[in-house]
């Protein structure tokens, strides 16, 4: 069964610090994707990464993604308090072991960013 | 471009009550799509996925059930609805392998 686990769950930063989410799935796969979600909002796509190694970057919000250890990270730089939000990471299960495409979420991590 | 719809935005139903939740999809053919429910302050459970037309897969044993009548249309139904169905439903359809998931604006459902 694919499991996917993301810390912290809650995460409370000031403006200008950094930090990084993890994000940690039980089954092999190289697709993963990190969402974001507004208070009573739907989702919103942030970064596909499709391979081992894979970095992607968009304004102060960087994603990586390292298959052999299973793990993603959502490095935020110099936050503000725009990027307060639900952070979602999700994994496809691989076409490879015969499975559907199934996506499966972690639980979100929930980013407040003090001025 | 491709879009999806889902409606309505707010319900509220009572307990006992049955459910019809829609969603389309526009500008693709054969999606994936899938149905997910958040309850509030909690995470995205995946509830049903389909992978074409009359093909099911459903995670979670409960009181829902779902329906894909046509390529691009998702349904998410109830006969009785209990209280613990109450929940933010989220539709959302991806195609080919490594693209991501596009989600519809959501269903928020209060069981009264």
């Known amino acids: 069964e694919l499991k996917v686990e993301q810390n912290p769950l809650f995460l409370s930063m000031q403006e200008g610090k950094n930090y990084t989410i993890y994000c940690n799935y039980s089954?092999?796969?190289?697709?993963l994707y990190w969402y974001r979600q507004d208070p009573g909002k739907s989702l919103e796509s942030l970064f596909v990464?499709?391979?081992?190694?894979a970095v992607k970057q968009e304004g102060r919000l960087m994603a990586s993604l390292d298959t052999k250890a299973r793990l993603s990270t959502l490095h935020i730089t110099a936050a503000v308090h725009d990027l307060s939000a639900t952070y979602f990471c999700?994994?496809?299960?691989?076409?490879?072991?015969?499975?559907?495409?199934?996506?499966?979420f972690g639980k979100g991590t929930k980013l407040t960013v003090n001025p | 471009s491709q879009t999806i719809h889902q409606w309505p935005a707010t319900l509220v139903q009572p307990v006992g009550s049955p459910l019809s939740l829609e969603c389309t999809v526009e500008?693709?053919?054969?999606?994936?799509l899938y149905w997910y429910r958040q309850a509030a302050g909690r995470g995205l459970q995946l509830l049903f996925y389909?992978?074409?037309?009359?093909?099911i897969s459903s995670e979670v044993p409960q009181n829902l059930s779902a329906s894909r009548p046509q390529d691009r249309q998702f349904i998410l139904s109830s006969k009785k609805l209990l209280l613990s169905d109450s929940g933010f439903y989220l539709c959302?359809?991806?195609?080919?392998?490594?693209?991501?998931?596009?989600f519809g604006q959501g269903t928020r459902l209060t069981v009264v």
């Open positions: 990464l499709l391979s081992n190694g």
């Open positions: 959302a359809w991806k195609t080919g392998v490594n693209t991501e998931a596009f």
């Open positions: 089954t092999t796969s190289d697709r």
């Open positions: 389909s992978v074409g037309i009359g093909q």
């Open positions: 999700a994994v496809d299960r691989s076409i490879l072991q015969g499975g559907s495409e199934k996506l499966v």
């Open positions: 500008g693709t053919s054969n999606p994936n």
